[in-house]
Structures are given as C-alpha cells and as structure tokens.
C-alpha cells in the first residue's frame, strides 16, 4: 500500500504506555474508521480501502504463497458453460451469476482462496491466483465471462446458456436414450420437453419405453 512500516504497530490489550505512546491523528486521519460491519472480512476491507486510500498503492499484484487467504481467480472462457456450480459452492460473495443474463462475476476483495470453486466445475475452467492487489481494483467486481441465452426451439423461452447446451449435445450424442428425434429435445425447454413427450407417446404408444 506504499506506506511506511512503522504505521502499523502490535500492541498488547494490557500495554497501556506504548497505547499512549501512539503518535497523535494527523489532519488527515482525524476521524477514526469506525467498523460498525458484523463481518470480519468486511472490516477488514475496510481497513485495507483506508490504508490504500491514504498510502500509495502500487497497483501491482504482490505474489503470495499456495493457500494465502488473498487473490484472484481466472476463468477459461472458452471452457466455462456457465452453470454456475461455482456460485452455488462459493462461501462468501465473491462470485455472482449474472442475474438475468447469463454471466460470471468476481470481486476480488470477498475471495479468501479457499479453492471450492476450482473443485467444483465440472469443466476444470477455474484457476486460483493467490496475491494481493494493491488497489481500490480489489473492490471492483468484474465479468469473468458473459454469453449469449439459450431459447428453447419450440416456444422461444431463454432456458440455458449457448454452450451449456452444446456441451450436453456432445456429452450425450451417443447415448442410445437421446437417439434419432429424441436429441432435438435437449434443445427444449423443460416444459416443452415433457409436452413433446407425451405427444411421442400419442403417436406411438410403444415409444414409451424408449421415453
Ligand atoms: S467456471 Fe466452471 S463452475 Fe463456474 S460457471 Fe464456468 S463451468 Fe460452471
Ligand atoms: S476461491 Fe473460494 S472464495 Fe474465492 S471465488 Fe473460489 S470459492 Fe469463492
């Protein structure tokens, strides 16, 4: 955060005279952060935006150790099928899904690099970076990865993302279930999947067993 090393002193609770000894707020200072936050992450944040705020960050990302509680995340974009098994697995709110689009957003400064999204996706899409950020950029959420919706073939609902879709095409292509006509269903919705269904079994009562 480009400030000197004695800003920050360990005192003991019981240290009364190296608490007094502290040196008086300068002009800029003179309030005291107040950290009314439950969270201690949160607080912590806090901390970190004011030292920044003060200091002169660098801007440049300071290497850490494996298994630091600090750092980013990169997304294979051309891997990543958005479904968001990372967000369901994330502890804190450091990954988002893009609420009504399809995406993926990172803050980085809600990331302790606890590693859950990197086991959790299924397309092996996530790499942990561990470091620190010195900059307000740490408090900055941005896109990780965005793409277009899904829209069902039958009655135009978005239902999925474009590469989702493909993916379970492809995983699926030789799947004796998803055989001939059945295929065109996973480009369905769940609705129009069920209703194409048991029109399938109108038209032909012994394709039920192939349902
Ligand atoms: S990064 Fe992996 S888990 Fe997260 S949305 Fe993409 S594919 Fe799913
Ligand atoms: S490493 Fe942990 S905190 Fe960071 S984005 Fe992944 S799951 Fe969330």
């Not at 200091?55 to 290497?63: D, F, H, I, L, V």
């Amino acid at each position: 955060m480009g400030h000197d090393c004695a800003r920050v002193k360990l005192i003991e609770i019981a240290d009364s005279a190296g608490r007094d000894a502290l040196p008086a707020l300068t002009p800029l200072t003179e309030t005291p952060l107040s950290l009314p936050e439950p969270e201690k992450r949160a607080r912590l944040n806090r901390v970190l935006a004011r030292l920044a705020e003060l200091g002169n960050p660098s801007g440049e990302r300071a290497e850490m150790p494996v298994g630091a509680a600090y750092g980013a995340i990169q997304v294979d974009s051309d891997a990543c099928t958005l479904c968001h098994a990372c967000v369901s697995n994330c502890p804190t709110p450091a990954l988002k899904s893009g609420g009504k689009t399809p995406a993926l957003s990172f803050l980085e400064a809600d990331c302790v690099q606890c590693g859950l999204c990197e086991q959790a996706c299924p397309e092996n899409a996530i790499t942990l970076m561990p470091g620190f950020l010195a900059s307000n950029a740490r408090e900055t959420r941005h896109i990780c990865h965005e793409e277009a919706a899904f829209e069902c073939i039958s009655c135009g609902k978005p239902f999925a993302t474009v590469s989702t879709v493909a993916t379970i095409k492809q995983k699926l292509a030789n799947h004796p279930y998803f055989a001939g006509d059945a295929m065109i269903r996973l480009e369905m919705c769940e609705d129009c999947r069920v209703k194409d269904v048991w029109k399938t079994m109108i038209r032909d009562p012994d394709a039920q067993l192939k349902v």
